[in-house]
Antibody, heavy 121, light 107 residues
Framework: QVQLVQSGAEVKKPGSSVKVSCKASGGTFSNYSISWVRQAPGQGLEWVGGIIPMFGTTNYAQKFQDRVTITADESTSTAYMELSSLRSEDPAVYYC??????????????WGQGTLVTVSS | EIQMTQSPSSLSASVGDRVTITCRASQSISRYLNWYQQKPGQAPKLLIYAGSTLQSGVPSRFSGSGSGTDFTLTVSSLQPEDFATYYCQQSYSTPLTFGGGTKAEIK
């Protein structure tokens, strides 16, 4: 079955960058979109951006446009999200999620387990 | 950016109750509306997509309706495992946006 396995928890200093990975198995990686969604402690869900691995095209929420880079490696079925210039509002659980089809607007039918990012000096 | 507003933000219900959660979009999104369930410490789970289509494996006590700007999620008979937080999400345009969530608690 489809599984998305994310990299482990990270502790980063303010102003630094974090890169989270998301390895997919059980499906054809290139046939689907991947989104990244974050959830601050005790808060709701916030879409960060997404990628269509087959084409490498990306969409980012304007809020993160200048700080986030989402990439995908089809050879390893792995997606990555890098967030730079980490600040006090960035601590959150970051999830990757697979779209149910190749569209960046597809419903998110499979999710990774989440990666906790802590920002602390 | 399309704003999604859910109500109520929380509800208290008993096992067996019929529960309805509403979601309103700031502009028409046709039927591009999805519902997710999230339990503490877990990732969200897709329940319903395209307004009313039940995701595979989701119990039939869950149903969705609506189009345009107003949508509802109904649980016909709340079960102990249904106590969770529910989110609506529009997939009409990017950025994808979520409602603020509705936490369903045991009365």
């Amino acid at each position: 079955q489809v599984q998305l396995v994310q990299s482990g928890a990270e502790v980063k200093k303010p102003g630094s960058s974090v890169k989270v990975s998301c390895k997919a198995s059980g499906g054809t990686f290139s046939n689907y979109s991947i989104s990244w969604v974050r959830q601050a402690p005790g808060q709701g869900l916030e879409w960060v951006g997404g990628i269509i691995p087959m084409f490498g095209t990306t969409n980012y929420a304007q809020k993160f446009q200048d700080r986030v880079t989402i990439t995908a490696d089809e050879s390893t079925s792995t997606a990555y999200m890098e967030l730079s210039s980490l600040r006090s509002e960035d601590p959150a659980v970051y999830y990757c999620a697979r779209g149910s089809n190749i569209s960046p607007l597809a419903p998110l039918d499979y999710w990774g387990q989440g990666t906790l990012v802590t920002v602390s000096s | 950016e399309i704003q999604m507003t859910q109500s109520p933000s929380s509800l208290s219900a008993s096992v067996g109750d019929r529960v309805t959660i509403t979601c309103r979009a700031s502009q028409s999104i046709s039927r591009y509306l999805n519902w997710y369930q999230q339990k503490p410490g877990q990732a969200p789970k897709l329940l319903i997509y395209a307004g009313s289509t039940l995701q595979s494996g989701v119990p039939s006590r869950f149903s969705g309706s609506g189009s345009g700007t107003d949508f509802t999620l109904t649980v016909s008979s709340l079960q102990p495992e249904d106590f969770a937080t529910y989110y609506c999400q529009q997939s009409y345009s990017t950025p994808l946006t979520f409602g603020g969530g509705t936490k369903a608690e045991i009365k």
